[in-house]
Nanobody
Framework: QVQLVESGGGLVQPGGSLRLSCAGSGISFRVYTMGWHRQAPGKQREWVASITTGGSTNYADSVKGRFTISRDNAKNTVDLQMKSLKPEDTAVYLC??????????WGQGTQVTVSS
């Protein structure tokens, strides 16, 4: 059974940092593109960042320069380092495993709240 489990969310002040982590079981991340999405209340789920098997990264314009996605295939984890957080970054952040270019597995999400 494939499971993606996120951790690291919480409450942080504007300008602060958080590091999210996604741990996988039942599947090896090594051969898949991995990513993070987020969903804010009342809004559609949006793509945040992705990382290929070769380590190439892509970011949504809204987070470029502030967020960094990384992977550790040995640990079967994918992390999202978030800096200079803004209130508009508040959302549930979900880890994603891609197959054939499409999100195929999702974690349950971890809440990030940016507020003073």
């Amino acid at each position: 059974q494939v499971q993606l489990v996120e951790s690291g969310g919480g409450l942080v002040q504007p300008g602060g940092s958080l590091r999210l982590s996604c741990a996988g079981s039942g599947i090896s991340f090594r051969v898949y593109t991995m990513g993070w999405h987020r969903q804010a209340p009342g809004k559609q789920r949006e793509w945040v960042a992705s990382i290929t098997t070769g380590g190439s990264t892509n970011y949504a314009d809204s987070v470029k320069g502030r967020f960094t996605i990384s992977r550790d295939n040995a640990k079967n984890t994918v992390d999202l380092q978030m800096k200079s957080l803004k209130p508009e970054d508040t959302a549930v952040y979900l880890c994603t495993l891609y197959r054939l270019g499409l999100p195929n597995y999702w974690g349950q999400g971890t809440q990030v709240t940016v507020s003073s």
